[in-house]
């Protein structure tokens, strides 16, 4: 393979890896908090994809706005379904809320079928994000530069907001101790509100993202990127959002370079990440930045 | 201060509290003690709203304020009306530094430089901590964990400042340090309910003191009397 052609890869790898790593933030801060997998995750990234859809066609939104409130709307989304699949569950035991997630999950996609309708829309891109430029021997387009920078952005942004600011300290106390953190005076349900809307805000940002890169949108566009999001953020160690980020770049990497050195599997290339959670199930159930799961009395 | 009226208290079909009445005077150090399972820790518990399914009035009137039930409130609205709890086993979070669990502490309050104050006062009053501030609160030994629960309960501006079994399991020397700081911080004008196993160190210090057993009260009396209590004295004091 020549160079030039390993550096595209290498950029289609690294947008992709973003776009699962947005995701699999909501999904690892979720399951530090609650100790469950928020399974209509990818449901809230497909709304996303739809809602900036809509927004342009339907309501001649600029594109900053439509994106921005997009998010927004998301972001209630995911509170929305966390305040009533999930909270009225709370002291239930913890399968019972994987189920409503599962039941969630399903219900969105099939909503989404009965609202938007079944069949796969086009997504028109401004012309400036898909326009190639060749840079040397590279032929590249501007949102695989966007894609990676957007998220980096977003990362640093939600990484300052749980190292910097008080409801993310609430976060972090609670992912180890609900009942102490209660005692310090945090309304743990506001802050459980608040974790639901960061993810699902990052989630709507890669829906939104993923269709500007593969311009289609349909119902279940979020099954499979959520699914292979959820495998990133196991593979990273669920509960780090560091590990959900490097995981996702890692299972993008992985991907992409899998079918490029070997074009004769890219018919399996879904496989690749399942395989994956299998061999890190086997080998490190804890992930790359995972904890140890210790007790100190 | 507190009134505890008429409190029961139930862990599903368990009766943990059956019945008790406790009166907790404004700047006093007032004790419950007793064996395991007596009832000591559900009582607090229920004071601080971890327990929900309760019976009975918890009647708070801090000077300056009108009276509130706390019964049927939500552990963070009893907080933000001054009433702080340190949980039994010190409860540090182990991943947080020592300045964010003292933060976390203060989560209630917005008033930045009054947080910076009472983080300043605890520093003063555990110098130890103020070396540790950037150590992760599990790194800390139990008596400096002890010192921090301790601390961190003290960032609410607490005015009844409630402390389940501080001196468990610490060696001698530091139980002797936990129960001068208790004195320490009545002194500061905060009002002490402390739950103890430690009988003989906690009627010592209180002024009154409540000894249950299996969920009711079954004596009580001004600390220093009750050490002198036969009764106490076989059961508790060991002879």
């Keep these: 393979m020549s160079g030039s052609l390993f550096v595209q890869h290498l950029f289609n790898a690294v947008t992709l890896g973003s776009l699962y790593g947005l995701i699999a933030i909501g999904y690892t801060m979720v399951y530090g908090i609650l100790r469950l997998i928020n399974f209509a995750h990818g449901e809230v990234f497909m709304l996303g994809a739809y809602f900036v859809f809509f927004g342009i066609s339907l309501f001649h939104l600029p594109w900053g706005v439509a994106v921005i409130g997009s998010i927004a709307v998301s972001s209630l989304c995911g509170i929305f379904v966390d305040r009533i699949a999930y909270k009225p569950l709370r002291s239930a035991p913890r399968i019972s809320a994987l189920i409503s997630a599962i039941g969630v999950s399903f219900l969105i996609q099939n909503l989404a079928i009965v609202i938007f309708g079944g069949i796969p829309r086009p997504v028109a891109r401004p012309d400036w994000l898909v326009q190639v430029m060749k840079v040397g021997e590279v032929r590249i387009i501007p949102l695989a530069i966007v894609v990676p920078l957007v998220t980096l952005a977003l990362v640093l942004g939600l990484l300052w907001i749980v190292y910097r600011t008080k409801p993310g300290l609430a976060m972090r106390a609670i992912s180890k101790d609900i009942e102490t953190t209660r005692l310090m005076g945090v309304s743990v349900n506001k802050i459980i509100a608040f974790t639901f809307g960061l993810g699902s805000a990052l989630a709507a940002a890669s829906g939104i993202m993923w269709a500007l890169r593969y311009p289609q949108i349909q119902p279940f566009m979020g099954l499979v990127p959520g699914l292979k999001a959820f495998i990133a953020a196991v593979f990273g160690g669920i509960g780090s959002i560091q590990g959900a980020v490097i995981g996702g770049m890692l299972l993008g990497l992985i991907e992409i370079m899998a079918v490029a050195f070997f074009p004769q599997l890219s018919g399996y290339r879904d496989a690749f990440a399942f395989v994956l959670l299998i061999i890190i199930l086997l080998l490190k159930p804890t992930g790359l930045m995972g904890e140890k799961l210790e007790d100190k009395i | 201060m507190l009134k505890v009226e008429g409190l029961h208290v139930y ?39 971890l327990i929900k399914s309760i019976k009975g009035k918890i009647l708070y009137s801090p000077s300056g304020a009108s009276q509130t039930d706390l019964a049927g409130r939500a552990p963070e609205e009893i907080v933000k009306l001054g009433v702080a709890m340190s949980p039994e086993g010190r409860r540090i979070l182990p991943h947080l530094t020592v300045e964010e669990n003292l933060q976390l502490g203060a989560f209630s309050r917005n008033d930045k430089d009054g947080i910076e104050r009472d983080r300043d006062r605890v520093y003063s009053l555990f110098p130890r901590l103020k070396e540790r501030s950037w150590q ?53 004008g905060k009002t002490v309910l402390l739950v103890e196993q430690n009988a003989f160190a906690a009627l010592k210090i209180a002024s009154y003191a409540y000894i249950l057993e299996v969920g009711r009260i079954v004596l009580q009396g001004r600390g220093e009397d009750l050490l002198k209590d036969p009764r106490v004295k076989e059961a508790y004091l060991g002879g």
């Design chain 2, 11 to 49: 862990y599903g079909a368990i009766h943990a509290v059956k019945g008790i009445d406790i009166e907790i005077p404004e700047g006093s150090i007032v004790t419950l003690i007793g064996a395991n399972g007596a009832g000591k820790s559900s009582t607090i518990r229920a004071v601080s709203g």
């Design chain 2, 136 to 188: 992760k609160g599990g790194t800390l030994s139990g008596g400096e964990q002890q010192m921090l629960a301790l601390g961190r309960a003290l960032m609410c501006e607490p005015k009844l400042v409630m402390l389940d079994e501080p001196s468990l399991g610490l060696a001698p020397i530091l139980v002797k340090e936990v129960f001068d700081i208790i004195g320490e911080i009545n002194s500061l």
